[in-house]
């Protein structure tokens, strides 16, 4: 069991994988700008989203007849 363990640290060690997620959780435990940027980065995305939304209702506030319609155009060849 103990020679288990020595192998997952020394693979652990190795790995980069493992290693940039030992970084990434240290950083987490801390309260760093990578993941204060990061939440900023979420809150602009929704930012981004509900400005989205809210020019649709606006889009669906106005009348019906000052709406864009479409318009059938005959082509002659």
């Known amino acids: 069991m103990a020679k288990k ?6 693979v652990r060690q ?4 493992c290693r940039a ?4 959780r240290d950083l987490l435990e801390r309260n760093s700008e990578f993941f204060d940027r ?5 809150i602009e995305v ?4 509900k400005s989205l939304i809210e ?3 606006e889009q669906l506030k106005t009348p ?3 709406r864009r319609s479409v318009k059938k ?3 002659s060849e």
């Open 73 to 75: 155009i005959e082509v």
């Open 64 to 66: 019906p007849e000052k």
């Open 38 to 42: 990061l939440r900023q980065a979420r």
């Open 21 to 24: 997620l030992d970084s990434m």
């Open 5 to 10: 363990k020595v192998e997952e640290e020394t």
């Open 46 to 49: 929704l930012e981004g989203i």
């Open 14 to 17: 190795y790995c980069p994988f």
């Open 55 to 57: 020019a649709r209702i």
